[in-house]
């Protein structure tokens, strides 16, 4: 089986543009969560999204948004990038909803400048 | 909200010593997952624990899952250098069966 894509692995972008983040989750796999990984504040949960819809939400503002497709891939928008923002974009995808072992892809490397 | 705290954040070991990582929830999990990511690489799931005082072993690696359910530890003895990587925990964020909130992690050095 195929593990758990996401592309672009790097970006770069400038304050102020906005971002689109893709990642296939692995096939059968419904549930796809998306993490930021930063050196001070570890592995922070964005959101969850299952057979389309959005089933929980980490404390991130509104500037981060997510969607799933009925294929159950997945993307993650961030508007208006700041400083800040630069991270590791980390998805898992994993069967079920909720409690279930989940399994990342690569990341995608963002750089804000 | 819900805390997954993890100690120590960082161990640095000789090969061949033991290393231990501890995971403390301020309230009680429904279960816990452990999870290791190398240098550059990205998380990998280890293991789930579900029950009150639960103890697995994957060769060198034992985890353990307290009896109150909120607090875990993962024991590697003889460690080798390919150990090396840091180890999360992770708890459900909600009793809704959210997803998970992880621990800072442990990063695992070992000295050759």
């Known amino acids: 089986k195929a593990g758990v894509t996401q592309t672009p692995r790097y970006l770069i972008k400038t304050r102020g543009q906005q971002v689109t983040l893709s990642c296939s989750p692995i096939s059968g796999h419904r549930s796809v969560s998306w993490y930021q990984q930063t050196p001070g504040q570890g592995l922070q949960f964005l959101f969850e999204y299952f057979s389309e819809t959005q089933r929980n939400k980490g404390n991130f503002p509104g500037r981060f948004s997510g969607r799933q497709f009925s294929n159950s891939r997945s993307e993650m928008n961030v508007s208006t990038l700041e400083l800040g923002d630069s991270a590791l974009y980390l998805c898992a995808s994993s069967f079920l909803q909720g409690i279930d072992e989940q399994y990342f892809g690569p990341g995608t490397r963002l750089t804000v400048t | 909200g819900q805390q997954v705290m993890q100690i120590p954040q960082y161990q640095h070991v000789q090969e061949g010593e033991d290393f231990t990582t501890y995971c403390n929830s301020s309230?009680?999990?429904?279960?816990i997952q452990w999870y290791k990511q190398r240098p550059g690489g990205h998380p990998v799931f280890l293991i789930q624990?579900?029950?009150?005082?639960e103890v697995k072993k994957q060769k060198r690696l034992t985890f353990q899952f307290g009896e109150a359910k909120k607090n875990s530890s993962l024991h590697i003895t003889a460690t080798q250098t390919t150990d090396v990587g840091t180890y999360f925990c992770?708890?459900?964020?909600?009793?809704?069966?959210?997803?998970?909130?992880f621990g800072d992690g442990t990063t695992l050095t070992v000295k050759p």
């Open positions: 992770a708890g459900p964020i909600n009793t809704n069966a959210g997803k998970s909130t």
């Open positions: 624990l579900v029950k009150s005082g």
């Open positions: 309230t009680t999990l429904s279960n």
